[in-house]
């Protein structure tokens, strides 16, 4: 190797890891300055952890019942994230082998609502909302999860190869209804594309915050999002508390994260390519 | 086969989900939004019709027009470097020589699953200018004597937003860039190289070329996701004379906040207007060259 090609390649990797570094330094910085008291904080800068974790997060859950909105997003990201992938498999299902009349025209007006902004009908759904008497409750946060075109296009895209007609021939011969074939052969071979979707259905989910917002006004109910936006103005000068509550916001992103970023990764990839 | 019985009719029952409920939690709110756009609600009394007022209002609107001006910069000072950035190390990272690829996917990719409403938060404490990390850093580093006081200054406002932003999706289009190239057939790459061209050339004049079909959508989508920018800018503020708003905080603050939920439902519209607009302007502009 010649002695340019040795410099390319050592400033390439220094740019590699010079952005590498601008990814994690927040979160580092972050971790860190929730040990310290607002004094610290305030007065100088921190490179090591301190001693006031814990005075930090007293302080934080004395006010902000955060571990409720962690345990109210994961229940909602959880049953958000089943709804939206069993149903969003059924109609993509439906899509790949179902040969009906005006298919392909549903499957475009399908796809053009993607297209739409998501936050036109927000009013519309707020007094929609309102109308069913269903302000304050789950219901529809659970209801607008219901297959979104984006999973129904990755399943149908997989479901096109991986779900062999003749298959589901020999399930209708052994006198199987067409739920129960799709219930108990198809829902297996596409296991991996539901997996894939799943993990994008409950970030999404997870990250929830407008709706939520709008519609629910009890504290025991809000998620997780809604209440780290609060504690800005809730805990005004207090930051080591506001650094604590986004701390607890972020690590289980982190575990989440370190489990299953090669399927992350790969379902952006096939997300985009097939687009 | 003789059995063979139609079932394709079912078809309709497997995709009735879908369609039930876009229609229940999409386009019902949809229409009702416009309807509620002709009308005068404060959420509390019954809404009363008013005719094409909050349009004529909305046309009059310098603040509509100022979010408008903010969004589509901040969209700008956001997408620009985001997109070189994920290229570059797309290119990067698509070289031979490199280890350690997938760590540095990973942690280019990580900024993109935390909520955007941590990272306003998050990034909002980092700069303000007393007490903010970013500052203490500045100055321990003698890059300046004086603390900044970045949210009083409106370009500051708008380009901390634009960062946020930017960090925070590079990682995602970086990794559509890669599985872009990765799809590129091998065979193109050894028949350059055999042909004698130089990495360089074959970044350029072969894998930037082949990759533009990706780009383009990305460019596009971004256009729709970018142009509706709220979370992260809404927890870093409204900047000085309200320089840093977006046009969704906007149409929040108007109808959450101040509860004129009527013409709340005419910004949405307007903001729909102007995503349509800007996303076919892209789509045409992107097109011109083929």
Not at chain 1, 210 to 222: A, E, G, S, V, Y
Request: glycine share 8%; with cysteine.
């Amino acid at each position: 190797m010649s002695v340019r090609v040795v410099l390319t390649r050592t400033f390439l990797y220094l740019i590699l890891i010079a952005v590498a570094v601008t990814c994690l330094v927040p979160f580092y910085s972050m971790l860190i300055t929730a040990t310290h008291s607002n004094s610290e904080i305030a007065r100088k800068l921190l490179l090591v952890p301190g001693d006031q974790l814990n005075e930090n997060y007293q302080r934080l859950i004395a006010s902000a019942n955060i571990w409720r909105g962690l345990a109210n997003t994961a229940f909602l990201a959880v049953a958000g994230t089943i709804i939206n992938v069993y149903t969003s498999t059924l109609v993509g299902y439906g899509f790949s082998k179902y040969r009906f009349r005006g298919r392909n025209a549903l499957f475009m007006c399908m796809l053009a609502t993607m297209m739409v902004p998501g936050q036109l009908g927000i009013i519309g759904f707020y007094k929609l909302v309102e109308t069913l008497h269903m302000l304050n409750t789950y219901w529809p946060l659970l209801l607008n999860s219901i297959a979104h075109a984006f999973g129904v296009f990755m399943v149908k895209q997989f479901a096109d190869d991986a779900v062999p007609t003749e298959l589901i021939e020999s399930g209708r011969i052994d006198g199987c209804g067409e739920f129960q074939i799709f219930n108990r052969i198809v829902l297996s071979l596409l296991g991996p594309v539901m997996a894939t979707y799943a993990i994008f259905a409950f970030i999404g989910k997870w990250n929830d915050f407008l709706t939520p917002m709008i519609i629910l006004f009890d504290n025991n109910l809000q998620t997780l999002p809604v209440m780290i936006a609060s504690l800005k103005s809730q805990f005004t000068s207090d930051f080591g508390a506001q650094y604590v509550g986004i701390a607890i916001s972020v690590i289980p992103i982190i575990v989440f994260f370190s489990a299953m970023s090669r399927r992350i990764k790969s379902g952006v990839a096939a997300g985009a390519v097939k687009g | 086969m003789k059995n063979k019985v139609n079932k394709s009719a079912y078809g309709y029952l497997f995709i009735s989900p879908f369609f039930i409920g876009y229609a229940l939690m999409g386009l019902v709110p949809i229409l009702y939004t416009l309807y509620l756009s002709f009308t005068k609600w404060d959420g509390f009394t019954a809404p009363v019709y008013v005719g094409l007022a909050n349009y004529k209002r909305l046309i009059h609107d310098t603040f509509f027009f100022q979010t408008i001006g903010n969004t589509l910069i901040i969209w700008i000072m956001s997408i620009v470097p985001q997109l070189i950035l994920a290229l570059v190390l797309a290119l990067i990272l698509n070289e031979k020589f490199v280890k350690g690829k997938h760590f540095f996917r990973a942690v280019f990719y990580f900024p993109n699953l935390v909520s955007t409403v941590t990272l306003g938060v998050l990034f909002a404490l980092m700069f303000d200018w007393q007490t903010g990390s970013v500052n203490k850093m500045l100055m321990h580093l003698g890059i300046i004597s004086e603390p900044v006081y970045w949210f009083n200054s409106p370009w500051w406002s708008r380009a901390i937003a634009a960062a946020v932003t930017c960090w925070q999706y590079f990682g995602f289009n970086l990794i559509v860039f890669i599985a872009g190239m990765q799809s590129i057939s091998k065979d193109v790459f050894e028949a350059a190289e055999v042909d004698g061209a130089t990495k360089k050339q074959i970044s350029w004049y072969i894998t930037l070329p082949l990759l533009r079909r990706v780009f383009i959508f990305t460019l596009i989508t971004s256009v729709i996701g970018g142009l509706q920018l709220f979370d992260g800018p809404l927890m870093l503020g409204d900047g000085p004379g309200n320089t840093s708003r977006t046009m969704i905080m906007y149409l929040y603050e108007t109808s959450f906040k101040a509860f004129d939920y009527s013409y709340g439902a005419a910004i949405a519209y307007g903001i729909f207007v102007i995503i349509m607009a800007a996303t076919a302007i892209t789509n045409s502009l992107t097109r011109q060259k083929e």
